[in-house]
């Protein structure tokens, strides 16, 4: 009898968890990362921010940097022209769901008609319309989306196989329905980020092959195809007549412009003077010298060019000098604690450009994740968990880059510097003014490795400050291709890169600090960071429950990023700025989370007419 009744007992937990893992939220047109109400109701006709009835046609000229030999961004090998992209629909690809950007952590349907989310988390559904089609008129079908999952995991860029490493299992659901199977329920994103993976033509790449990345066009299936290129120069966009996706909600309002253009340059010092001359229509400014100063030409006057800035909620991208950590020198964190003392972020603000930028102090900067503060509440109560391992001022001082702006505060920087250096056990000879390192006992020498010409005028100083500590310090300025080879292989001591910040952290985390991809090939790991407690967080992040969770977690995590001095924080704009010819037109709103530039459109005149 107790035999049978322990049976019984294990029959009844046994159902009830099945019957848990097969209970669905519901079958909705759209997918919130928490399962909050939708913004926009099952019968939305577009996006808040677009204008429905936007003008169709013309062409818009964009412009590029470097060169490009692939059309295949899919994989590691190559140049990819711009256009495309390895997540997010692009021009030539589209996805089973596509994000709003007046939402930060919504998706709605794209080529998938319906999406069923399990509520355990442990399984997706996403259903595909029907009559969908690759540019060459096939269908797209549930195979296609499976056959894109195993081959980008199994061929594609390394990013893929850490950011869906949590999906188990991909099989149809009936004729037109994908589902995903996850290994647990732990991470409330995975559903969202399954239908942000391109779809691809499994009859095409079958037959001429997944891994090569060469210039010929491939068989795509969003809304707009390959018209023409010149190899590493320019390439051209052309709407896909009687698209499928022309009139879907999330679509209207976008994909209004009949040609899109790419021009590449050498630099963006070429590219400035050939957008004042008209020979491309819209351009994101970085440069605060152009924005500033170099604006001031009878084009604006005119109104022939028009600027505006723009705000939005994103964290901004974290614009930052990163040392590379596999490379002997910079393992000890003392060495790169100092270095940031010889930066002299106020001198260069005021000099240079014109006070317009603020200094970046956290990698979720302009956002409620970034760290601020001491750590308090659900923060500090996860870092407490930690306490014996973390430096000690990750609970007792608010991080902040030192700051200078005078001859007297930089050398009391330069000074803090060379004790942190001689506690690191670094020897300075005080007479020729050369730092040795200990271990070798050869003089330190470190090349910053960049690929922006404006960046040499601004980094100068920062030169110059190392070699009065000892540093045998250079600047090393390479094209973009070498650039890009040097980056993947790690071949570098110090390099500048913007690192991108999504309006809600998730798997993306894994890529930028997680241990595992220190050394993948290609990987976002730049710093070849390999911290358990890092590893943790991102972990804890990743698994977040609910919105405040996962908000006290990324400040965690920033903070423990912060003290770890991978990085040399630089500076960054609480603005994107936009210079545009009169031709281009936007929507008079501009949503909270980015800007479209898909929901632009242009007047009807030839491209050489400004």
Not at 113 to 120: L, N, V
Request: charged letters at 25%.
């Amino acid at each position: 009898m107790r035999l049978w009744l322990s049976f019984l007992t294990f029959f009844l937990i046994f159902a009830s968890l099945t019957q848990a893992a097969d209970k669905s939220l519901g079958v909705k047109h759209g997918i919130s990362l928490f399962n909050a109400p939708l913004h926009y109701p099952k019968n939305f006709t577009h996006f808040d921010y677009v204008n429905p009835n936007a003008p169709q046609g013309g062409e818009i000229v964009f412009r590029a940097i470097g060169s490009f030999d692939s059309f295949n961004p899919f994989v590691v090998k190559g140049t990819p022209v711009a256009g495309m992209t390895i997540l997010f629909p692009s021009l030539m690809h589209a996805t089973l769901s596509r994000r709003s950007y007046d939402r930060s952590q919504e998706d709605y349907g794209y080529a998938a008609e319906t999406i069923e989310w399990s509520e355990d988390n442990t399984w997706v559904i996403y259903t595909l319309r029907s009559d969908i089609t690759f540019h060459d008129g096939s269908p797209i079908t549930a195979d296609d989306v499976i056959y894109s999952f195993n081959t980008l995991i199994q061929k594609g860029s390394p990013l893929y196989k850490s950011y869906y490493q949590t999906v188990k299992n991909v099989e149809k659901s009936g004729e037109r329905g994908v589902k995903f199977t996850f290994i647990n329920g732990d991470s409330r994103e995975q559903a969202m980020i399954v239908g942000e993976m391109p779809i691809l033509s499994r009859a095409y790449y079958e037959k001429v092959g997944f891994e090569k990345a060469d210039l010929t066009p491939p068989i795509g299936s969003g809304p707009y195809k390959i018209e023409k290129f010149e190899a590493g120069h320019s390439i051209t966009y052309v709407k896909v007549d009687n698209w499928w996706g022309k009139n879907l909600a999330v679509n209207k309002g976008r994909y209004n412009i009949e040609r899109i253009r790419y021009d590449y340059y050498r630099d963006d010092i070429v590219a400035f003077e050939a957008f004042k001359s008209g020979d491309y229509d819209v351009r994101i400014e970085s440069s605060t010298k152009n924005w500033v100063k170099g604006y001031d030409i009878p084009q604006i006057s005119r109104g022939d060019i028009i600027k505006l800035q723009v705000k939005d909620k994103n964290p901004r991208p974290a614009q930052v000098l990163i040392y590379n950590t596999r490379r002997e020198l910079f393992k000890d964190k003392l060495f790169r604690q100092a270095l940031v003392y010889a930066l002299d972020f106020e001198w260069a603000n005021k000099n240079l450009f014109y006070s317009f930028y603020k200094r970046l102090k956290s990698y979720f900067e302009n956002s409620e994740y970034a760290a601020t503060g001491l750590p308090q509440g659900d923060e500090l109560k996860l870092l407490n968990e930690y306490k014996d391992k973390l430096p000690s001022e990750v609970f007792t001082t608010v991080f902040s880059p030192p700051i200078s702006g005078s001859q007297e505060a930089l050398r009391k920087n330069l000074g803090i510097a060379e004790s942190l250096l001689k506690k690191a056990g670094f020897e300075v000879d005080q007479k020729r003014k050369v730092l040795t390192d200990p271990k070798y006992g050869k003089p330190v020498k470190v090349e910053i490795l960049i690929q922006d010409a404006n960046l040499q005028r601004a980094l100068h100083n920062f030169i110059e400050n190392l070699r009065k500590i000892g540093i045998e310090a250079t600047l090393r300025m390479v094209d973009a291709a070498q650039y890009e080879r040097r980056i993947e292989n790690y071949e570098f001591d110090i390099c500048m890169q913007v690192i991108p910040q999504s309006s809600s952290p998730g798997n993306e985390q894994r890529e930028f600090w997680g241990s595992d991809r220190a050394d993948i090939v290609g990987g976002r790991n730049y710093a070849g960071i390999k911290d358990p407690i890092v590893d943790a967080l991102v972990e804890k992040l990743i698994d977040s429950d609910d919105h405040d969770t996962l908000v006290q977690r990324t400040r965690a995590l920033d903070r423990v990023l912060q003290w770890g001095f991978y990085t040399i924080p630089l500076w960054y704009s609480d603005t994107t700025n936009i210079a545009h010819w009169k031709k281009v037109h936007h929507p008079d709103n501009f949503p909270e989370y980015g800007i479209d530039i898909d929901a632009f459109w242009v007047d009807q005149k030839p491209v050489n007419e400004k």
